[in-house]
């Protein structure tokens, strides 16, 4: 296609046709490393904690077998679809905050993998936003079933609700997005918890991974970028299978 494009009379259009070319090759190649780097995680790591989970945690479930509850955004979902676990491990802990301080709250957990890795840390609570009642009775299985001595956290539930309609816990809060459903409605279950911190002057930081639209967040003036430690920045730009922005709540913006 790239070769045939070179002889074309009409240069604007190869160079059309060649951009498309490049940009699909590119696409192809970040998603051959990011499904290495699953399978790498899967063999090397995975195989480790699913002997603690009730239902394993991996694979995928696409957006026509979720079957939501109760849901107006049901047409906005994607995939479930796991987060790697070193890569939530490395963002918890560069983000050097005393997690007594903070709620961890995990919009569209799934069966609940990224739940129990934030409750090994001392969250004052960990919760699950989840729409679908298959993956939201896993994630509770998980949670009910997960060996106690690992969980320093004891407030973990999966929450069964769609996202917009989960209620804001009181004090700060770490939100986590593994990309659920379309950016707008990320913007606006971020809103409501900016509007809620506004209020009750908290923190919050957001956790955005595998972001498709990364500027949108970056757009609103009560949202800065949080810096990340140099060793953290190494890792994922290495071994993460997507890219992560991670943003705080400017306290004093209304
Ligand atoms: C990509 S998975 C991420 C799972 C988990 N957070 C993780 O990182 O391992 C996204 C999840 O969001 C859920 N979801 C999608 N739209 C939702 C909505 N409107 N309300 C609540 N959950 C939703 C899906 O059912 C799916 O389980």
Not at 108 to 128: E, I
Not at 142 to 158: K, M
Not at 184 to 206: C, H, M, P, W, Y
Request: contains cysteine.
């Amino acid at each position: 296609m790239f070769f045939a494009s070179k002889r074309m009379p009409n240069y604007r259009h190869s160079e059309g046709t060649r951009g498309q070319y490049f940009r699909r090759l590119w696409e192809l190649m970040r998603h051959i490393r990011a499904m290495s780097l699953y399978h790498t995680y899967s063999l090397l790591w995975d195989r480790k904690f699913e002997g603690m989970e009730q239902i394993a945690t991996r694979g995928t479930v696409f957006p026509d077998q979720l079957s939501p509850v109760n849901s107006a955004h049901a047409n906005l979902t994607y995939e479930y679809g796991p987060s790697p676990r070193p890569v939530v491990e490395w963002l918890l802990k560069a983000l050097k905050v005393d997690f007594s301080q903070y709620s961890f709250v995990d919009i569209g957990s799934g069966r609940g993998r990224v739940l129990l890795t934030a409750a090994t840390k001392p969250f004052k609570q960990v919760h699950g936003v989840e729409f679908c009642s298959v993956l939201h009775e896993q994630a509770s299985r998980n949670i009910a079933g997960y060996p106690g001595e690992r969980l320093q956290c004891r407030d973990v539930q999966s929450i069964l609700c769609d996202a917009l309609d989960y209620e804001v816990p009181e004090g700060n809060c770490v939100l986590y997005f593994f990309n659920p459903f379309d950016v707008q409605l990320v913007e606006r279950v971020v809103t409501k918890f900016l509007d809620s911190a506004a209020r009750n002057g908290n923190r919050v930081i957001v956790i955005y991974y595998n972001s498709k639209v990364p500027e949108l967040l970056s757009g609103d003036r009560r949202l800065a970028f949080r810096p990340l430690s140099k060793l953290c920045r190494l890792r994922l730009k290495l071994f993460s299978p997507h890219p992560v922005q991670v943003y705080e709540r400017v306290v004093g913006e209304a």
